[in-house]
Nanobody
Framework: QVHLVESGGGLVQAGDSLRLSCAAS????????MAWFRQAPGKEREFVAA???????YYADSVKGRFTISRDNTQNTIYLQMNSLNPEDTAVYFC???????????????????WGQGTQVTVSS
């Protein structure tokens, strides 16, 4: 099981930017699709963005054009650059990795085998 450590969350104002990081250990992530999900209090965990082994990217409609997912295989880390944040983006953000290499990203949480602990993002108005 891969250990994922997230960082970069915090309290920002509407319109600000934030970059989240997720560092993996126990496995080289180069051949694995990874993703970001988020969960607000009282709501279901929802898909945010995903990135394939070949760096193809996928986004939820709610963040498209504002968020960018990327990966640095040398650092064994993925990132989520979040721009033009609004209060609706307030949530705990989780990173995840698929359990089988060479498989594509999906928007379904059960398809991911390991998860980070989550990092809180709060956007004030």
């Amino acid at each position: 099981q891969v250990h994922l450590v997230e960082s970069g969350g915090g309290l920002v104002q509407a319109g600000d930017s934030l970059r989240l990081s997720c560092a993996a250990s126990g496995r080289t992530v180069r051949r694995f699709a990874m993703a970001w999900f988020r969960q607000a209090p009282g709501k279901e965990r929802e898909f945010v963005a995903a990135i394939s082994m070949g760096r193809s990217t996928y986004y939820a409609d709610s963040v498209k054009g504002r968020f960018t997912i990327s990966r640095d295989n040398t650092q064994n880390t993925i990132y989520l650059q979040m721009n033009s944040l609004n209060p609706e983006d307030t949530a705990v953000y989780f990173c995840a990795i698929r359990g089988v290499g060479w498989t594509p990203p999906t928007a379904r949480a059960p398809d991911y085998d390991s998860w980070g602990q989550g990092t809180q993002v709060t956007v004030s108005s």
